[in-house]
């Protein structure tokens, strides 16, 4: 008799759902689901599907809860139909559950005889298994027969790549035999056999690597399995003591993990490799590092790539870099902050006063900053400032207002407040600069600007808001009428509602009506909405008939329309 925890239905259908426990009740209901066993504290099965299968499905039972899954093209995460039939057919029939051994237990009981036999089944159903005969892996007893090569276990994940590329098996078919040869480095790790641990992340990682741009499809599956195989090299680098000869190819491999991430943009997938690198490497270690990253280097676009390399070479000879050949590897990588940082620092002033006038638009206010540190923000300003007249950049002029008012220059800080508003105009921006106008009595000319310039760009929304900040009804009601709202006619009705009443109300009747034109449920929701203000604004009018008229007249125009009708009903209009 299994001692499982008991299953209710209650509990499978906080599981897997109501949709998977109906289907899943078909299912078991024409026989779909065979082959059950229980193993242990896991139940398993085979279940037919609509369009393919069979599928295996397993499910265990602890008293945290169920964890299952199925290989079904949904079923990742064990929520689908497939696991609900299964779980009510345990639920249902437990006794038709064959028990079963577990299976190292199973294969302990065998002769060598009947595993030869079953082995021979195997490759008979899964032919492309028959290369584990050739393949080390780990034993019960800890010892290998035969010498590791990562060659090994990069063609047999370069296999299942193509198996994949060719449409042989789905991507819960690819995840789970990757993840196989990724199982064999991990028990090789558990038996701290750290030469072969290390061939199998080596050479699963170099296959993965290969096929990562093809095949990674944003689920973290590949992220994961190069994070497990970082992980075991890590572990096999410390048990390498300072054995030259067997780190040096764990270190290629992790240098590898971190320039697949840098050509993809830097993406995550080095974290650890990067950390790895920088903490366990030895000194001379480190020299062989840095003569990877400048061979690399002519391979990588010139950007973001290039600096991140120039960056980690930098890190790596910190202690050792002369100055000039740092500023070298700045102008080579494209790490222009670096270079005006250390040029200022070596009071080369007037070099990095020419990087800063060469420098692209997105990295000014960056380079000044630099500039401002050392003491020279005068000598920055003025570029920044012949710039400015070219950009719409509100960083640099935000950088500019900033350093006219630490010299108090009001005028200058308010002639850099207004090209911020054209660049990015906000209500709040617009009150910020009514204040400081206001203050140096030039509220009137500045207001004139700003309001000219978002008529030019046809803003008529910000100038509908601003009215409305304002106090201006009337305002926002005549820019109404020129289009281009927005989403602000519901800020302009809200404001109406009390002084312009008759305007609001038409509003709310427009709002409604385009909803209702557009002819979905949610629309109709939505218009519901709208004439629940309407309804109020008639009351608020004391025109109680002019409603029950205007709702009679959308029913009998809208007659037609049987889900208006139903959320109309519902809104109680």
């Known amino acids: 008799m299994s001692d499982l925890p008991k299953l209710t239905e209650k509990a499978i259908l906080n ?13 078991v209901s024409d026989g779909s689901l065979f082959d059950t066993r229980l193993q242990g504290k896991s ?20 008293g945290s809860g169920i964890t299952s899954d199925c290989s079904c093209p949904v079923g990742d995460g064990g929520r689908c139909k497939h696991v609900g ?34 082995l021979r089944q195997v490759f008979r159903q899964y032919p492309d298994l028959e290369s584990l005969l050739h393949t080390p892996l780990p034993t019960a007893g800890g010892k290998r027969s035969k010498p590791v090569d990562p060659q090994t276990y990069h063609k047999q994940v370069a296999t299942i790549f193509r198996k994949a590329e060719n449409g042989r098996i789905e991507w819960d078919d690819l995840e789970a035999e990757l993840q196989a040869v990724v199982e064999i480095g991990n028990d090789f790790v558990l038996q701290q056999d750290w030469e072969a641990a290390a061939a199998v992340s080596r050479g699963v990682l170099d296959a993965v690597l290969d096929s990562y741009e093809t095949f990674d499809d944003g689920s973290g599956s590949l992220d994961q399995m190069v994070a497990d195989c970082v992980h075991n090299l890590d572990r096999c680098l410390i048990a390498a003591g300072n054995d030259w000869g067997l780190r040096e190819p764990m270190l290629r491999a992790l240098f590898d993990v ?30 062989h590092l840095a003569d990877w990253i400048r ?37 080579d990588t494209g790490r222009t902050d670096d270079l005006v940082d250390r ?27 630099r ?16 710039r400015a007249k070219k950009m719409t950049d509100g960083r640099v002029f935000d950088w500019l207002r900033r350093r006219c008012a630490s010299r108090n220059d009001g005028a200058g800080e308010l002639e850099m407040a207004v090209r911020m508003f054209d660049s990015f105009p906000t209500v709040d921006g617009y009150r910020e600069l009514r204040a400081r106008a206001i203050a140096l009595g030039q509220w009137e000319a500045t207001e004139k600007t700003l309001k000219n310039t978002l008529k030019t760009n046809r803003r008529n929304d910000l100038l509908i808001r601003i009215a409305l900040d304002e106090g201006d009804v009337d305002a926002a009601l005549r820019l109404m009428e020129s289009g281009n709202v927005h989403g602000a006619s519901m800020e302009v009705a809200a404001a109406a509602e009390d002084v312009r009443p008759g305007a609001a109300l038409k509003i709310y009747r427009k709002t409604a009506e385009d909803f209702i034109a557009h002819r979905t449920r949610g629309s109709y929701q939505e218009a519901c909405k709208h004439l629940k203000k309407v309804q109020t604004m008639y009351a608020k009018m004391g025109e109680p008939d002019g409603w029950e008229q205007y709702i009679n007249k959308v029913r009998q125009k809208n007659h037609a329309l049987r889900a208006l009708m139903e959320e109309l009903a519902v809104a109680q209009l």
């Open 371 to 386: 500039f401002v540190t050392q003491g020279h923000g005068d000598v920055a300003e003025p570029i920044l400032a012949v």
């Open 295 to 331: 061979k690399e280097l002519p391979n990588v676009e010139r950007g973001w790539a290039s600096e991140a390399l120039g960056g980690f070479l930098m890190d790596l000879e910190q202690d050792s870099m002369d100055d000039e050949t740092y500023l070298r590897l700045c102008r």
């Open 258 to 287: 971190y320039l697949t991430d840098i050509r993809r943009g830097g993406v995550g997938l080095s974290d650890e490799a990067v950390e790895i690198l920088d903490e366990r490497t030895k000194p001379d270690e480190r020299c």
């Open 43 to 62: 139940i398993r099965a085979r279940c037919h599907g609509n369009s393919g299968g069979p599928y295996r499905v397993i499910a265990t039972l602890n």
């Open 85 to 118: 039939a299964l779980l009510l057919a345990w639920m249902k029939e437990p006794e038709q559950f064959a028990a079963v051994e577990e299976l190292d237990q199973a294969l302990t009981n065998r002769s060598k005889e009947e595993l030869v036999a079953i």
């Open 343 to 369: 040029l200022l620092k070596l009071g080369r002033v007037a070099e990095a006063t020419k990087e800063l006038d060469k420098a692209k638009d997105h990295e000014l206010v960056s380079l000044a900053e």
């Open 15 to 27: 599981h897997v759902g109501d949709r998977s426990v109906r289907l899943g009740r078909e299912y």
